[in-house]
C-alpha cells in the first residue's frame, strides 16, 4: 500500500511483529452499525451500540444547507425511512441510521439537506494481540541502569531525547503551562490510573464519541486497551512527581475523548471513522477545548487500509465537506486541531483516484483526514538526527510542523540498553496492546520506584506521526498558557516562527528503501519534509 496510511492499531502491531522496522501509523477507529434512538450512547464496545427492538442498518452523516440544525430533522429522517442518532449542534450536522436501501438518496432530495455520507464499517481485518510475540527473557527496563535524570527531570527523563531536542525542559524551567489550557486527546481512551496522569484529565470534559453518539459515563473513556491515548497523553502532559517521565506542558489539563474501538472481537478494532470524529469536534466545541490532538487519520470505511477521501465518489465527497465544516467549526470556536499525515513515507500532495482507461472518468484529487483540510495544523515526523523519519508522510500544503516522532533506524546513542531508544519513550497501561506488543522489541520500560497498588508505572519506547503531534501539542499548549486563547492561523503563527528551520535532505531520500525514494523540495524554513521546521519549546515560550 503506498498511498495513506491504516489505523495507529494495526500499524503498532505490525511494527511490533517485526521489531519496529516498518512503523504505519494514523488512526481509524468504528462507527456503529446498529441502529440507535436519540440519544442513546455508545460505550465503546459492542453492548450499549444496539438497542433492543431496533433493526441493524447503516449509518449516516448528514449536514444541512444554512449550517443549522433545522427543528424538523428527526422528522426528515423519520420520512426518509431512518431515526436520528445524534445531532452535532456546533456544526450543524446529524447523525441518522437506516437500514433501507433508499435511505441517503431520499434524505438527499429533502429541502435544506447539504450533504449524506454513509459512514458504515466493512471487512477490516481482526488484530490479534501479539502476545506469543516476545522473545524468552524479555524485561521490562528499569530505570536505574542508566545516569540520573537530568534538567531537574523524573527518573526516566534521560530516556526522553525528544524534550531535549525540542528543548521542553528549559522551557518548563519558564512555563509548564495553565490549567486553565484543555487539550483534547480525542484517541483511545486515556489510563486515569496511570501515575503519571493521575489528577491530569478533567473528567467533566470527558467522553466517548465511540459510534457517533457521546458517552460521558467514566467507564467509557476512562480506560485504554489500546494503549495509543494514554502514550500521547503521557507526551503532551505527564506530571512532574517524581515518577516515570515528564510531558511538555505538565501544568495543562487534559480531556479523553475516546474514538476508536476497542472491543477486540469487534471486525473494526482500533479504527476511527467519520462520524465519531465529528462527535468528537462537536464535544471539544461545546465543552471549550483549546486544542485538540489527532493523533489520527479517518479511515473511509471501505478497506483493511483505506485512508484517502476522493471527490469522485459521492459518499465520501459528503464526508470531506461535513469533516471540513467540522474543522470550520472548531476554528471559528477558536478550537485548534493538530493531526497527524501518517506513516507509509508518501507525497500527499500527490493523491489521486486512477483515471479510467476508456475515458469515461478522469483522476480526482484525494485527501488524508482531517490533516489535509485547512486549518488544521499538520505534523510531520523525525528522529534522534531531526531528519524525517523512514515512515513519515510529507507533501506540501500538508506539513505546517515537524515534531519528534522517533526513528528505529537511528537510536539514542547516549541509552544503550535497548535498540528502541530512538523511538519515543512515554507511558502506557500495563496489560494495552501497545505495552504487550513492546516487548517484541525490546520496547518496555518500567518506574518501580513509586509502586501504585503494588505495580511499577508502566511505559513503552513507540514510533510513528503519532508520537510527534502531541510535540507539537505540547508546544501549542504552552503558548496558548501565556497568550490566552488564539485562532488556529495565530497560534500556528507562532509555532512558525519559533520553529528550528530544518534543510532538505539530499535527494533521492530513501532511509527505509522503500523503493520509493522521496524529493525535499523548499528552503529550511519552509519545505514540504518539515513544514517550518521543528517545533521548539524553549523559543516559543520566550
Not at 446529524?94 to 437500514?99: D, F, M, Q
Not at 485547512?374 to 523525525?382: D, E, F, N, R, T
Not at 506488543?437 to 497498588?453: H, P
Request: glycine share 10%; proline share 8%; aromatic share 6%.
Amino acid at each position: 500500500m503506498a498511498h495513506s496510511d491504516r489505523s495507529w492499531l494495526g500499524k503498532v502491531v505490525f511494527v511490533a511483529l517485526l521489531g519496529c522496522g516498518s512503523c504505519r501509523e494514523g488512526a481509524s477507529g468504528a462507527s456503529a452499525s446498529a441502529l440507535q434512538p436519540e440519544p442513546a450512547a455508545s460505550s465503546g464496545g459492542k453492548e450499549g451500540r444496539t438497542k433492543p427492538g431496533v433493526a441493524p442498518g447503516s449509518s449516516f452523516l448528514v449536514s444541512f444547507s444554512d449550517g443549522i440544525v433545522p427543528a424538523n430533522a428527526e422528522e426528515l429522517v423519520s420520512s426518509a425511512g431512518g431515526i436520528l442518532a445524534a445531532r452535532y449542534p456546533a456544526i450543524g450536522a446529524i447523525l441518522a441510521r437506516s437500514s433501507s436501501a433508499t435511505f441517503a438518496t431520499t434524505l438527499r432530495e429533502a429541502a435544506g439537506v447539504e450533504g449524506v455520507g454513509a459512514i458504515e464499517a466493512a471487512a477490516h481485518s481482526r488484530i490479534d494481540l501479539p502476545l506469543s510475540k516476545a522473545g524468552p527473557g524479555r524485561r521490562p527496563r528499569p530505570p536505574a541502569q542508566m545516569p540520573p535524570p537530568s534538567r531537574g527531570g523524573d527518573p526516566l527523563s534521560f530516556r526522553q531525547w525528544d524534550m531535549d531536542q525540542i528543548h521542553a525542559p528549559e522551557a518548563r524551567a519558564i512555563s509548564t503551562g495553565r490549567k486553565a489550557v484543555l487539550v483534547g486527546v480525542v484517541d483511545s481512551g486515556i489510563d486515569v490510573t496511570h501515575p503519571d496522569l493521575a489528577g491530569q484529565v478533567d473528567a467533566a470534559a470527558s467522553a466517548s464519541c465511540v459510534g457517533g453518539v457521546p458517552n460521558a459515563t467514566p467507564k467509557a473513556w476512562a480506560s485504554d486497551v489500546i494503549g495509543h491515548g494514554t502514550h500521547v497523553a503521557g507526551t503532551i502532559a505527564a506530571s512532574k512527581n517524581g515518577v516515570g517521565i515528564v510531558g511538555v506542558a505538565p501544568g495543562v489539563r487534559l480531556a479523553s475523548v475516546k474514538v476508536a474501538i476497542d472491543d477486540v472481537d469487534d471486525p473494526s478494532f482500533g479504527l476511527v471513522l467519520p462520524d465519531a470524529f465529528v462527535c468528537a469536534v462537536d464535544w471539544a466545541i461545546t465543552h471549550d477545548f483549546d486544542l485538540i490532538n489527532a493523533s489520527l487519520t479517518i479511515d473511509p470505511f471501505t478497506a483493511p487500509i483505506d485512508d484517502i477521501f476522493c471527490n469522485d465518489e459521492p459518499d465520501r465527497a459528503a464526508v470531506v465537506s461535513i469533516v471540513r465544516r467540522a474543522v470550520l467549526a472548531a476554528a471559528r470556536n477558536k478550537v485548534t486541531i493538530v493531526a497527524a499525515s501518517g506513516n507509509f513515507f508518501t507525497d500527499l500532495a500527490s493523491l489521486a483516484s486512477p483515471a479510467r482507461k476508456d475515458g469515461s472518468r478522469p483522476g480526482s484529487p484525494c485527501r488524508v483526514l482531517p490533516v489535509q483540510l485547512p486549518p488544521v495544523i499538520g505534523v510531520s515526523a523525525v528522529g534522534y538526527t531531526q531528519a524525517l523519519s523512514f515512515y513519515s508522510n510529507y507533501g506540501s500544503g500538508a506539513i505546517d510542523l515537524a515534531g519528534p516522532g522517533g526513528d528505529s533506524l537511528i537510536p539514542d546513542p547516549l541509552v544503550t540498553d535497548t535498540p528502541a531508544s530512538g523511538q519515543v519513550l512515554a507511558s502506557v497501561p500495563p496489560e494495552s496492546l501497545y505495552y504487550l506488543a513492546a516487548a517484541a522489541y525490546d520496547g518496555q520500560v518500567q518506574d518501580c520506584a513509586a509502586r501504585t497498588a503494588g505495580a511499577c508505572a508502566t511505559y513503552a519506547y513507540l514510533q510513528g506521526v503519532s508520537q510527534a503531534v502531541p510535540h507539537v501539542t505540547g508546544v501549542a499548549a504552552l503558548v496558548l498558557s501565556r497568550s490566552g486563547k488564539l485562532a488556529p492561523e495565530a497560534l500556528l503563527a507562532k509555532l512558525r516562527q519559533s520553529a528550528t528551520a530544518l534543510p532538505c535532505p539530499p535527494s533521492p531520500y530513501d532511509p527505509g528503501g522503500w523503493g520509493q525514494p522521496a524529493t525535499c523540495d523548499g528552503p529550511a524554513a519552509h519545505n514540504n519534509f518539515y513544514g517550518a521546521g521543528e517545533i521548539d519549546a524553549l523559543a516559543a515560550v520566550r
